[in-house]
């Protein structure tokens, strides 16, 4: 079982940045997938980006050249850089860890972004 906890959210104006930290109880090294996801109440949530444990990320066409995934294995951390942000990127965002080893994805408890003037 891993145990994440997301931080770094918060209230930023339009064309701010902001970075998210989803620390793991245990190490990321060796999991398939990691991801990033985003939910606005009243919707499906929705992929961010996600990164394999080879590093080949995917982006969602919302955050592409905007946002960046990465994963410190020595910090059993994963990373969303967030930049020019806009008001439609208000959601709670979501970390996630998959693997063919595990019986479910896992995920963390969500950490709030507001992006407004």
């Not at 965002?93 to 693997?99: H, Q, T």
């Amino acid at each position: 079982q891993v145990h994440l906890v997301e931080s770094g959210g918060g209230l930023v104006q339009p064309g701010g940045s902001l970075r998210l930290s989803c620390a793991a109880s245990d190490s990321i090294r060796s999991i398939d997938t990691m991801g990033w996801y985003r939910q606005v109440a009243g919707k499906q949530r929705e992929l961010v980006a996600a990164e394999t444990l080879f590093g080949l990320a995917h982006y969602a066409d919302s955050g592409k050249g905007r946002f960046t995934i990465s994963r410190n294995n020595v910090a059993n951390t994963l990373y969303l850089q967030m930049n020019s942000l806009k008001p439609e990127d208000t959601a709670v965002y979501y970390c996630s860890a998959s693997d063919a080893a595990f019986s479910r994805p896992y995920w963390g408890q969500g950490t709030q972004v507001t992006v407004s003037s």
